[in-house]
Each structure stands twice: as C-alpha cells, then as structure tokens.
C-alpha cells in the first residue's frame, strides 16, 4: 500500500498524513486506534546481504502495558510488502514478562542477524519497560528461524541497583555501529535504580549516556563466548545537567557515527532544548565533557525538544541529522518535556565533517522538512508525534529511512537527491 493509498484510510479514521512521494512505504498499518497492535514504535530495520529487509519494533495495546511485545516482519521486494508480524519476544496475551526496545546487528560477512532487546523479569525499578535484562536470539536464515534467547551482561554503575542480580534500568534505541577500528559499540541511556534516587520518575532522576562493545560479535559464532563490555570506565556515564535540577542529570538516547580521524562522535537529547554531543578518542573508554550541537562550530545551537536526535554517517562521508527543530515550544508546547505536541515536525539536515576541529568537527546545512502528519492524533492515547525512534540505512543507491507515525503506523520513505544535496558544505 502506498503512503497515498494509506493516507485515504487515515482520513476515513479521523487522522490525516503528510502528502506522499513516490518512495513512500508502508510497513504496518493497525486496524484501529485501539487493540492489541495500537500502539508500534522503535521501529529499525535493516538489511541483509541476501536482500531482505528485516523490520524490528515494539509493539502493545499501548506503551508499557503487559502485553508489549518485540514483533518483526519480513519484506523479500525492498520494502514493497510485508509479512504480518511475528512475535520474538514478550506474549500477545499479556501473560509473560514484557520484551521491548530490540535493536538488531547484521554480521556483515555471514549475514547472522542478531537482535538485543531489553527483557522485563518482573519487577520495576524505574519503570516496568526499562527495568530489564540485556537479552539477545540469533538468526542464520535470514529471520526465517531464531534461537533460543540468552542474556548479556552490562556493568553495574554508580547509579545502579548494588544487588548483584538487579538488572539495570535501560534502553538502548539505535542499531549499533563498526566503529574504524572494527569494533561494534552500540550506545544507551541509563536511569538512576530507586535504590539509588528513591523518588522520581524517567525525568526527575539521573540519566547518563553509556555505550555496549560488543568484542568479538564479528567473529565469534557460539553466543556464550561473546565478550560484552560496558563503557566509559569509571562509575559515571555523559552527564548534562537539568536546567531548573543542576544535580540531576538528563541525558538519554544516544546515537553514534566514527569520524575519518578515528574518533567517536555521540549526539543525544536533554532537557536544555537542544541536543547535546561527545567525542571519545579512545573508542569510548573516555569522552569530551559533552556540550551543544551546533549548526557550524560557533555558531547557532540546534534545537530540540526532549525527543530522539539521530545522527547517521552515509557511505559517501555525509551525515543525516534528523531532530524536530525547536526547543519544545512548537504547536504551544511549554517546554521541552511537552512530547504531546513539540515532536512534529520531524527536518533533515546534512552535515559535512571539519578537518582540524578539536570542538565540533561537523558543519551543518539548513534544516530541510522531512515528515509531518498535520497534527492530528492518532493511537491508542491520541499522539501526534512523528518520526521519533526511526531508522535509516543504504540499500545499492538508496538512503532508506523508516519510522514511526504517532507511535502507530509504521512508514518509510526512500530520501530523494534534493533532500540529501549538501551544495555549499565544505567537501
């Protein structure tokens, strides 16, 4: 179906979307704003050596009850159809522990899909959905069959629950990347246990930017010999300060590219209304005290309310930021925490890298509108929010971005030349 075709369907509904470009596709579409497939978001797709496009995303009757679930569907004609989705893990029925927040990794020479994804055990330290272990199934046929699910370890911090055997509060949100040194680094936020901050909801209490390094996951097929590792050293992860809390700190969903000098650049969202960025020199042991990203080095803050910020690193050495362009008073939004209307709508910038820049190394053209939905709700809770947790990957000559309408629908959309041209950035 295409974004047109759907578009009718959404009008019929109450709701309305964007007005669709040939490259527009259509993943998932629930039957209505309500049931048990109402609510779809963190939604990353990725493509497999043989050509199958593989979609990943959590799914529930709303966000956080029992019955959310990690579901993929499968496309063999490049985004063009798709299978009904298939649960990995978490149950339909709301009887088993939640499964959520899966992020996949495609072994590039073997073509091993692996998907991580945070699986709930029970309890709830900061919230049901974040409270989880780091789980983790494997497939060698393309999604076709998946293993057994086993667990990973991540290292406790200084805002970790001390019990040995509390799983940590976390959500990872990007697929990750193979960094110039041919590690795999996947970065995540981290929230403060309630053993810790005993009050205080996801934004009244820490949150810090931490990273996964997956050490031999190119190489190493038997998943009990994988190595884990949980970065930076020390007790603490990227820090920024709330304005109106100074000691609390709100730094959460990270993204991460490698620059051509070897560096690690991280970008992530905070509640200062704009986004915020690191670099590591030493593969994320360490990293720059973090501060905002820019349009030019010295020049204007970005924007952005506290909502995803994904920065992605093209083949061709361009970079992809895609943000939401204001510091949370768009559509009379009141701050940067008002995520029931400040998230749409979603702009593209390009970027080109900076030689010789120890501060910000990246230069960015202007924002360019990429998505919209005209502000209407839709979903189980009526969101209007649209392109937040997507997913953007290059298949032969093509730069395929895949996200989330309102937490509802599920589109892509193959990103024209115009969109991407970056006339006038330093080459």
């Known amino acids: ?33 309500t049931g ?60 088993g522990h939640r499964a959520q927040w899966a992020f996949p990794f495609v072994v590039p020479y073997t073509g091993r899909v692996y998907v991580f994804y945070n699986q709930s055990t029970g309890g709830r330290d900061v919230r049901e959905d974040t409270t989880g272990l780091l789980a983790c199934r494997f497939s060698d046929d393309d999604g076709l069959s ?28 990007q697929p990750p990347i193979i960094t110039s040194q041919g590690a795999v680094l996947v970065g995540f936020t981290r929230w403060a246990s309630r053993a ?24 190493e097929s038997d998943p009990a010999r994988l190595i884990v ?34 560096r690690l650049l991280t970008v992530f969202r905070t509640l200062t209304g704009m986004i915020y960025f690191s670099t590591s020199a030493d593969g994320g042991r360490t990293w720059q005290l973090p501060a905002p990203l820019r349009s030019s080095p010295g ?21 992809l930021l895609i943000f939401h362009n204001n510091d949370g008073t768009a ?17 593209l910038s390009v970027g080109r890298e900076l030689s010789g820049r120890p501060d910000q190394p990246l230069l960015f053209a202007a924002p360019r509108l990429l998505c919209d939905n005209g502000g209407i709700p839709a979903g189980p809770i009526g969101r209007t929010e649209i392109a937040t947790y997507p997913s953007l990957f290059e298949w032969e000559d093509r730069v395929c971005f895949f996200y989330p309408d309102r937490k509802h629908f599920l589109l892509g959309k193959i990103l ?9 950035l330093p080459r």
């Open 196 to 219: 810790v901050q005993p009050e205080g909801e996801v934004f009244d209490r820490d949150s810090e930017i931490w990273f996964l390094r997956f050490g031999n996951l190119l190489t």
């Open 36 to 95: 048990p497939d109402a609510e779809n978001q963190h939604f990353l797709v990725a493509a497999t050596p043989k050509g199958s496009f593989l979609a990943f995303w959590t799914q529930a009757s709303v966000e956080n009850a029992p019955d959310q679930r990690v579901v993929m569907s499968r496309s063999l004609d490049r985004g063009q159809t798709w299978t009904p989705p298939a649960v990995l893990a978490g149950d339909r029925e709301g009887k």
């Open 299 to 319: 020049g204007s803050p970005i924007r952005q309310p506290i909502a995803p910020c994904p920065l992605y690193k093209l083949r061709d050495g361009r970079f």
């Open 146 to 173: 998946w293993s057994p699910s086993f667990t990973l370890p991540i290292r406790k911090s200084a805002v970790s629950n001390p019990e040995p055997e509390s799983p940590e509060n976390w959500i990872a949100y």
């Open 331 to 347: 559509n009379g939004g009141n701050g940067p925490m008002d995520y029931k209307k400040n998230r749409r709508p979603a702009y």
């Open 1 to 33: 179906m295409s974004l047109a075709t759907l578009g009718v369907s959404l009008m019929l509904a109450g709701a309305t979307c964007a007005s669709a470009d040939p490259g527009d596709l259509t993943v998932f579409r629930p039957a209505s704003d």
């Open 229 to 262: 590792t949980t970065l930076p050293e020390g007790e603490h992860g990227i820090r920024v300060p709330r304005p109106d809390r100074q000691t609390i700190s709100a730094a959460q969903e990270p993204s991460l590219v490698h620059l051509s000098d070897g």
């Open 416 to 424: 024209s030349p115009a969109l991407l041209n970056d006339v006038g």
